[in-house]
């Protein structure tokens, strides 16, 4: 597995005649960088995700890996598939088999590879998430962070170059959200490169190289540090200023902070703060 970069170009996508959510919707995936997809509620995120995937074929526009472009035919799709994965915000809507390690087989099954290779893989994607203790347990019985948790190690079991993951941390709680994010690490330290779509811009500022926001049916993207302290666009796109941001921009005003990048999170402001500041 290596990472590859990920575009699309000018998308035109809706569900209903004449109602387009994406409308000249262009965005990169630079391999092996981490990218939050930004955007209120309705926005967009998902249908560009599902653009992305292959699992909804835009109306205009192209989708391609390392300048290939998506064919919606099966074959084309089957091709895609083994290069990008979607991982659903709903779990329930991803898993369906009786066992946890049937479920994370069924990818690499289907793929027609060979039973020790589908051992090996189901192993991997298990471990990377550190969910190997629930290999024999019944999906039905797990918690809702360990389902999402297994549902990515499906899309995990493919190997794919892309993963995206739609809103992976939504409805964890915040100690669930720091083990998702160092397993998000190891996927990356895998060749996996990492989408995440969400509406928190702390987490955003906290973890991602690259962010796109969904704003106007189009997509604006940059590094955190600018698109995530651009105030109008913030109010285009029915976010606000990451506390970090405002924080850290009030501390400098105020002499306490040094030039340079402004802090991203609490643990590297309060180091950034000079002596006698910080209790
Ligand atoms: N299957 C669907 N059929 C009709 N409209 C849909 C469907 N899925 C999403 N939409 C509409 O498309 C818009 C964007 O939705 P979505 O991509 O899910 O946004 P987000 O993920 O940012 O919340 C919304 O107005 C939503 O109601
Ligand atoms: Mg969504």
Redesign the pocket.
């Known amino acids: 597995m290596s990472h590859r970069t990920l575009t699309a170009e000018a998308l035109v996508a809706g ?2 005649r004449g109602r387009r ?1 994406l409308d000249g919707a262009s965005l990169t995936v630079p391999a092996g960088r981490r990218l939050a997809l930004l ?1 209120a ?7 560009l995700l599902r653009c992305l995937s292959g699992a909804l074929e835009p109306v205009a526009g192209t989708v391609a890996v390392d300048g290939a472009r998506l064919q919606h035919t099966r074959r084309g799709l089957r091709a895609h598939r083994q290069e990008v994965q979607l991982v659903l915000q709903d779990p329930d809507d991803q898993l369906f088999s009786a066992s946890v390690a049937q479920d994370v087989s069924f990818g690499p099954l289907n793929l027609g590879l060979a039973e020790d290779a589908v051992r090996e893989r189901v192993a991997e994607a298990l471990a990377l998430l550190g969910v190997e203790h629930l290999a024999g347990r019944p999906t039905h019985q797990l918690s809702y962070g360990e389902r999402k948790r297994v549902a990515i190690a499906g899309a995990v079991a493919m190997r794919p170059c892309v993963l995206l993951l739609d809103e992976p941390t939504a409805g964890l709680d915040p100690s669930a959200v720091t083990e998702a994010l160092a397993a998000l690490e190891r996927l990356r330290a895998s060749g996996s490169t990492v989408v995440m ?1 969400t509406h928190d811009v702390d987490l955003a500022l906290r973890w991602a190289d690259d962010v796109a926001v ?1 704003v106007d049916r189009a997509v604006v993207q940059g590094v955190p540090a600018d698109v995530l302290a651009d105030d109008a666009l913030l109010a285009r796109a029915r976010l606000d200023r990451p506390w970090a941001l405002i924080v850290g921009a009030r501390l400098r005003a105020l002499g306490l902070l040094p030039d340079g990048a402004l802090p991203r999170d609490a643990a590297s402001l309060l180091a950034a703060l000079p002596e006698g500041v910080t209790p």
């Open positions: 569900y209903e959510v955007g509620n309705g926005s967009g995120k998902t249908t779509s969904v």
